[in-house]
């Protein structure tokens, strides 16, 4: 079965000289929404199926697993910009390092608005203000604000970038679409960006389009218009959604380092409880959290 990944040439985990296939996703931390109005975070950063070299029996790969950004308080004027998600990575001294770069936060109304940059970029606040850059090959740029209007963006996704706001009604962007992959043996989509919050024509009370986040754990927008935002999923480097009104945003989702490798190549000695499957022929380690794999 093929997968469409890459070799990355590690030494072998059985004989030396063996060369054999590691594949691998790495989705970093998704970015926080801005609080008050806030545009969506950004989805972290995705890599997969680059070509490391070659490695030496015995030698240890070094999983990071990035957190998802802090959430944004809310209240005039507006609370801040939303936590940018943390750096995701496979390092071995002998390679360069496979990282992929936490989400953007959103941008925050009155203070702050513009989408924060990262591997996907977070939504913009206020009116007419930019959502943050995307890191190329990693993720896209959040949604722009709309000029005259004090709605917000949606996150970027890891393969679309957010929506922008919409002029009339004032409701927020959706955040962008992640991205699919069948490493495990089945379709798993990963980094989503979060919805953006939405105001309304009576300032902040009310109810407003809910935004909707990104497929890959994006989290969808407040229903109500001063209502908190939504956390993005665990694990899944979505981004979470914007606040209402003066309310909070939601917290980043945690990234995720997926490994696979051929069961007959497979050392089994690994560090940081990965969860470990099998599909047909190949081992999956799952890295929740940070640990290591022995070639």
């Known amino acids: ?134 890191t190329d090959g990693q993720g896209n740029d959040g949604g722009d604000s709309v000029s005259g209007r004090d709605n917000t963006g949606g996150g970027g996704g890891a393969s679309e970038a957010g929506e922008d706001g919409n002029a009339d009604p004032q409701d927020g962007g959706d955040g962008g679409a992640g991205t699919a992959s069948s490493i495990t043996g089945s379709s798993v989509t990963l980094c989503g960006g979060g919805g953006g919050g939405s105001g309304d024509d009576g300032y902040y009370s009310g109810t407003a389009k809910t935004t909707s986040g990104g497929a890959g754990g994006g989290a969808d927008g407040p229903t109500n218009a001063s209502g908190d935002g939504n956390n993005g999923t665990a694990n899944t480097g979505g981004g979470g959604s914007g606040g209402g009104g003066n309310a909070a945003s939601g917290t980043g989702g945690s990234g995720i380092v997926i490994l696979r490798v051929p069961t007959v190549h497979y050392s089994s000695t690994t560090a940081g409880s990965p969860t470990v499957s099998t599909d047909g022929d190949f081992t999956v380690m799952k890295f929740t959290g940070s640990g290591s794999y022995t070639i």
Do not use: K
């Open 1 to 134: 079965m093929s997968f469409g990944y890459q070799i990355l040439g590690f030494g072998s985990g059985v004989t030396a000289g063996v060369d054999y296939e590691i594949q691998y996703v790495v989705a970093a931390g998704g970015a926080a929404g801005g609080g008050g109005y806030g545009g969506g975070g950004g989805a972290g950063g995705r890599l997969a199926s680059t070509n490391l070299g070659y490695n030496t029996v015995g030698q240890v790969l070094t999983i990071t697993v990035g957190a998802g950004g802090s959430a944004s308080t809310g209240g005039y004027p507006g609370g801040s910009a939303g936590g940018s998600g943390g750096n995701s990575s496979i390092a071995n001294g002998n390679i360069t390092n496979i990282v992929s770069t936490g989400g953007g936060g959103g941008g925050s109304w009155n203070s702050n608005p513009g989408g924060v940059a990262g591997g996907s970029g977070g939504g913009a606040s206020l009116a007419g203000n930019s959502g943050g850059s995307g």
